[in-house]
């Protein structure tokens, strides 16, 4: 997570996130992405 350098965070302090669903992955144990799955992504262009 990246902040502003005027957010004093400290250990165990809850903060609210926001989360674009659209660029989150989520990978097992093992490093491997499971959502969303490879197959399913959209063509980048890579």
Do not use: K, S, W, Y
Request: aromatic share 4%.
């Amino acid at each position: 997570m990246r902040t502003t350098p005027d957010l004093a965070l400290r250990h165990g302090m809850q903060v609210p996130l926001l989360v674009d669903l659209a660029h989150l992955f989520v990978f097992d144990q093992h490093g491997d992405r499971i959502c969303p799955h490879p197959e399913r992504l959209p063509d980048l262009g890579e």
